[in-house]
């Protein structure tokens, strides 16, 4: 059986959130699985807490508060017109797997499916919600990487219906290791 | 005069955060203006209101938390090294803007400066913030653009002690067009 995702360290989770991608948020609401296009997501501890921000207006919202868990997924730039594609329909009405092709994994520790596709899956538990903001504050339970992802470019919505791609890789590993945790220093 | 910052719309201003790129965040503590890095950002509303994710460690959260307010600048790539730089020494001991040659700018709504040299500034003031998580929610109050900034690439840290830039830009303005608020719609 092909190996499609690797199990990835939780403290080193933060790395695949940091740089800013588009990602693509999974949940499962007791009965279907869902998908959402979400660009506002944040770091908030390199212990795997993570934010993202929706609301009401978003289908996937109530499954997030019932069953307080999700999957966040992170898309490569080849996969454009799926990212775009899913944030223009409803789950409400659509089911975006089919319409898009997406093949689901299961997770190890949420109901919410991983996407085989994506460069990286996160699966997350709810800590709270932050209704006056619309802020979901995440834990990371598990991580997973696809073992193609080397040399894939993020995307990385600019909200006015252009994206960008990642360019050059800029290493200052060396000069920032005094401040770095110690999960990403490599030995 | 040298026209060096253009106003921007403040209901576009999420475009300049949402592609995630790493930022300064600039205050004035009353005496002292400071700057920080800060990666761990998040739009949280078309109309200008944002997060950035610090805590009690950064030098710069008492002035924030005093005069709530501050500015979120966007370096271009090309200003690596002074990113680097001002994330790896603190405002306790040393004069930042003088140690990185950074120009300093009045800004119209608060007392924090702009930057010179930044693709962008966006001035804020602190509506809450969450303790528990280190979350600031901001509201912009005026937002500033380099006449340069056309073909500059923003900087996205990975968090590893490596960054991106930015590499193409893809537009799907069409196809998102009934997705997208009416600001940045173009005619």
Redesign the interface.
Same mark, same amino acid.
């Given at each position: 059986m092909e190996i499609v995702m690797q199990p990835f360290p939780l403290d080193?989770a933060?790395?695949l959130l940091?740089? =800013?991608?588009v990602t693509l948020v999974t949940t499962h609401d007791g009965e279907h699985d869902n998908v959402m296009t979400i660009?506002?997501?944040? $770091?908030?501890d390199f212990d795997a &807490?993570f934010?993202i921000?929706t609301g009401p207006w978003n289908y996937s919202w109530n499954a997030i508060r019932k069953t307080r868990e999700c999957v966040i997924a992170i898309p490569s730039?080849e996969m454009?017109?799926t990212v $775009?594609g899913i944030? *223009?329909c409803s789950g409400g009405d659509t089911d975006k797997f089919k319409k898009f092709g997406l093949v689901r994994r299961k997770a190890s520790k949420v109901d919410a499916p991983l996407l085989d596709e994506c460069l990286a899956n996160i699966e997350c538990r709810v800590v709270e919600i /932050?209704e006056s903001?619309? /802020?979901v504050?995440l834990e990371g339970m598990a991580a997973h990487v696809s073992p193609h992802r080397k040399g894939k470019?993020?995307?990385?919505? $600019?909200?006015?219906?252009?994206?960008?791609?990642? =360019?050059?890789? *800029?290493? &200052? +590993?060396?000069?920032? +290791?005094?401040? *770095?945790p110690s999960s $990403?220093i490599q030995p």
């Open positions: 080193q933060f790395t940091e740089p =800013g991608p660009s506002w997501t944040m $770091v908030l &807490r934010a921000t730039s454009l017109d $775009v944030g *223009l /932050i903001y619309g /802020i504050i470019s993020l995307l990385h919505a $600019v909200g006015d219906g252009t994206f960008t791609t990642d =360019g050059t890789t *800029l290493d &200052r +590993r060396m000069m920032m +290791r005094p401040k *770095l $990403v």
